[in-house]
């Protein structure tokens, strides 16, 4: 039987992730950064109606002509745009609150989805 994958271990693999994604951003020029927070969040929101637009295309039987690559495209975006805000507010990769953040988010989920 395998080790129980706990809240605490998901967590490190997304700071795992978020320290990966910041080596290959340097490797390829890209700064990671926006100026304005609010701008990154309306790059969010922008985001977030593309991922509605699928949905309800998907829903009535008539999906975008790049489903399902243009859905995760999106919501992968709304991730990048989500480390964007979080460096924005000098969050790092080692952050002990995006850890917590995570871990609290996660547990939540469980007390309020579990089956």
Same mark, same amino acid.
């Given at each position: 039987?395998?080790?129980?994958?706990?809240?605490?271990?998901?967590?490190?693999?997304?700071?795992?992730?978020? *320290?990966?994604?910041?080596?290959?951003?340097?490797?390829?020029?890209?700064? *990671?950064?926006?100026?304005?927070?609010? &701008?990154?969040?309306?790059?969010?929101?922008?985001?977030? *109606?593309?991922? +509605?637009?699928?949905?309800?295309?998907?829903?009535?039987?008539?999906?975008? &002509?790049?489903?399902?690559? +243009?859905?995760?495209?999106?919501?992968?975006?709304?991730?990048?745009?989500?480390?964007?805000?979080?460096?924005?507010?000098?969050?790092?990769?080692?952050?002990?609150?995006?850890?917590?953040?995570?871990?609290?988010?996660?547990?939540?989920?469980?007390?309020?989805?579990? &089956?």
């Amino acid at each position: 039987m395998s080790e129980k994958v706990t809240a605490e271990h998901v967590a490190d693999y997304l700071l795992n992730f978020f *320290g990966l994604y910041e080596k290959w951003r340097k490797q390829n020029g890209l700064s *990671g950064s926006i100026a304005d927070p609010f &701008e990154i969040f309306t790059s969010m929101t922008d985001k977030n *109606g593309r991922v +509605g637009r699928h949905i309800k295309h998907q829903e009535r039987n008539d999906p975008k &002509e790049d489903w399902p690559v +243009g859905m995760a495209e999106s919501l992968m975006g709304y991730i990048v745009y989500s480390n964007m805000l979080l460096k924005n507010y000098d969050f790092d990769i080692e952050d002990k609150d995006i850890r917590q953040g995570f871990i609290n988010e996660l547990n939540k989920a469980i007390k309020q989805h579990k &089956e």
